[in-house]
């Protein structure tokens, strides 16, 4: 339940700021950030912290209010429009829905029913247990596939809230609202009758909204849980013979495990509170900054990730591999939601894209980095390199299918021993020339002996360390194939349950090991910082990803032990120990001295995990000590102690006086010499005179009070420091206990990486997908007659026309690519709606002509202008139609941002009907992103109401590009030359930079991909899909240009107009050589 924001913490306007380590502001939001949330600075002569004033009046009482109530440390809150108000107290859920003094909401009544009913089910009925399944599978679905959905919406285009605007949930609505509506705001109003202050109609809509959606999620995660209990009760599995001492440790287990679940949700609450549990920010923003805190510092997503160990405690508890396995999917269902819904809308929200790109870092990673393989990525046949790493794994699994199986000790130890040998090549080996490597320049120092560069050393190193790593794993896998024994009987016994774990294991290491490519990228995964000083970290080591929370996530190799854990083998296992011992020494021996050596006080003394586990530790010391000390002041044990040394001295002096002087000194000898339990003479010690006696009876006390005081200090202080020795290494071994158990609550974060394999194949799968698509929907609008026809059949379509205003009549009609396209529409006025719109298709994309099926791409553009949604274009233009469109200004005619004229009614080639109807006439031009960048021959094609039904089309024109003559005769310089005036246009033209209209100029050295310009509507990652587009754009026109083929990579390579017309002529001559002169003999 709830959002996560990956450390995401609210805090008041004057908290103060934290170190860049531990934060990353979200707020305040510039106008230029992607959710266009307007900021404060200052309003009326006072200042927030974190805040942008929005384009309101000084005086305006709404503004000051909320600025009075920031200065009060109130939470602010802001919505698009750029008002700024004061955000009310919300409850938590448990204090209204189970307190009978609450007044309740209907989703309230709605969740306490939902529960009651399926209790009383599992109470007083015999349902099948599969039931109680189908009611969590039900609930779950809600949650993760319901909320999914009214989410994205929200984020991508503000649905609800639009939802809402249109039944009139609105403040002080101009019409009165339906009896819906006002049931809806009713409920809004019961659920915030607790503060005083409260007032719907000042309000803005968006927070109203998400008070309305907190009753949907209350209902969903409610009903949710309680299914999740009843179905695991019911799923529950006696132990056959009675419980033991097994049953009695897995019901431990699974309650530590509920404890920490409990724990986990209680301080995330506690960080991000109801704004961010109930996602808030989907809705408004509050004045907030990124803080990383408590369980945040433990793992990525925590509610997601260990907020969901519970599961598993309570599958351990329950015994039943249905409850492991559906807990498992219900948990799979969660990280897709944090993925597809989550995620985008943090990266939208909190990070948007800049115009500012690491020139001289992709400039220095296209020096030292290329397609290097990597495992098997980048894999080149062509490439000498990764042939000969493919030829040694191929080598040695065909070795093992020769060999065969293991009936033999021989053979056990040779799939043994190969495993052994490239664990130590790789490890102790390639650890070896590191650390001569660190200390001593080695490697470099051999290939610059004989004539090579650090580059060219570094090149080597990497094909070798790729090598053995992958040949590490393959021959490992190899013997695991040979060690494992199908059981007779994969159900009984702990095969099942090994396997599965197994399997989880295997998808973590794989999850870590692409998080930890994904921040350290090639130059780390490498070790790129010990051959090259160029790739050493400027700011210092990088604590983002999964590095945020642990020092070496590479350190546990999860994969082997998953491995190990199907095959059951004592032989496997031991193999993965010497493993994961040889990592740590390599680690602490190779690796962490470098680092020291390169970074000095840069890093980091302790992770987050490790940070955490100390501080809880610390917690629970000091909360222990309070809790003694309280004790002891609360019985004065102090003053018992005191009492009872007292009362011993009175003892001891009167036994002296019965026994006499001599007897007792022999009483006192015999009592320090004897051995046993108890050693009398350290008890019995006697006075050395009686005045000493008199004195200590005279004491008031004090004086042993205090004694007694230091003596328990100092017994403390001994205890302390006797056991400092054992705290270091309790403290190591808790850390790697909780890392082993945090890594086994993040396996489901694998499934990632399943989804993007998934969507790979959906791209590979859309072209087939799109042509079935357009055919299924024009048969169904063909039959079933779904309206978009019918509006075009009543309009007088004779009198609409599409040309082109630039092109003769009757000449074929040519554009090059990239070239702006200018269409000329004639439409009728009293007919013309804001949404008739205008697309580009391919001739032969549509086969019907009166209907559209085929997607624009992007390549369309509504008569006013705008190539934005109907809602946006209702809120620029209004939702009139006909003649009504028409605006005047400055004696101009203009429907939205397109200019138009009327036409006479007979004139021009065009002859109106009799019911005398008015013709307008205007122009749209598209360019950039929509245009058709391939060439072949397309048309325009008007579209009526917003709908598919075709009202006319145009003639038919072709996109052709222009070809480079390359001249032999002509000399390397004004080639050279040509190449970039002619490749600067291209680029130009398909950055859509206007020279003419005033834009600057794309010099020979400025960096293509910097002024690729940025859509504030894109997050980070679209920012980059659509660079990659714009790169593709280009490397195709160079292709239909020049006759030369590049990879789209090449243009992030290059970086430059220069760069690339270098590539462009280097590669002319190494494609086309020029013919060689004769000298005759050969004739």
Known sequence: ???????????????????????????????????????????????????????????????????????????????????????????????????PKEPKT????????????????????????????????????????????LLSAQSRDRALVRWAKRIGLQSNPTKPRTWWAQFLVNQVKRKMSKDVQYNYETMPIEFNVWILYRGLVDVILVNDFTCYVLFAISFYQYPEGGHGLKDVLRYAGGVLMLLFNLWVKTDAHRVVKDFAWYWGDFFFLVDASLTFDGVFEMAPHPMYSVGYIGFYGTALIAQSYWVLFISLAAHAAQMAFLHWVENPHIDKTYNPPTQKTEKEDRELMGKYFRRDMTVFRNLDWFRSTDLQTITIAAYTVLAAILIGPIDGTWKLWFYVGQTLFWRVVHTYGLGAILYLQSNFRLWNRHFIKYGDSPREAFHHWKVIYNTTQLMTYVSFFICAIRLFVVPENVVYGTFLLRATLGVLFILLHLWIAISTFEVIGSSGWFYGDFFIDELRARSGPVYSGLYRYLDNPLLYTFSCWGVAMICGSPVLYAITLFGQVSNWLFLRYVEQPHMRRMYGSKIRREAGVERVLKSKVGELERNAKGAVEKMVKDLDLVDVLNRIKLVKRQGEQELRKVMGPEAWKEFVARARGRKGVRRVGTDVTPPESEEDDYIAEEDDGSTVGREGLRLRKKTSQDSQSSSSSHEDETATRQVAARGRRDANRNLPQAVERIIEELEDLVDQAKPRVRAMVGETTLKFAQLAKVGEELPVSRLPVHLYRLEFPFCATGSPVTFTLGQPITIEFVSVAEAMTSRDWIGLYPVTANPNSALTTTKSSGRWLFITGHAKTEWDIDGDVGTGRGISLVKKSNGKSWIGQTEVKFLPAHGDGITADAEDLHLVRGQLTFHNDQLPWRVGVYEARYHYEGKYGVVTASRAFEIVAEEFSWQEAESTEAEDDRIVDTLRRIVENCLDIDVVAGGRPLGVDDDILERVKVDGCLDGASYAKYKEEVAKRITYVTKQTFGIEFSWKVIGLVGTVGGLAKRISSARVALHPPPTVSDGKNL
């Open 1 to 99: 339940m709830g959002s996560d924001r990956d450390g995401a913490v609210i805090t008041p306007p004057d908290s103060p700021p934290r170190s860049g380590a531990e934060t990353g502001d979200i707020c305040a939001m510039s106008k230029s950030s992607s959710c266009g949330m307007p900021s404060i600075t200052s309003a009326d002569g006072l200042a927030i912290k974190g805040l942008k004033v929005p384009d309101v009046p000084p005086n305006t009482p709404a503004s000051k209010e909320a600025i009075l109530a920031a200065s009060e440390e109130t939470t602010v809150g802001r919505v698009p429009d750029g008002t700024v108000f004061s955000v009310p107290q919300t409850h938590d859920l448990i204090q209204t829905l189970f307190s």
């Open 106 to 149: 209907l989703p309230e009544w709605i969740t306490l029913g939902a529960m009651a009913f399926e209790i009383s089910l599992f109470l007083f009925t015999n349902t099948p247990r599969g039931v109680f399944l189908c009611f969590f599978i039900f609930w779950r679905c809600m949650y993760n596939f319901g909320l999914g959905v």
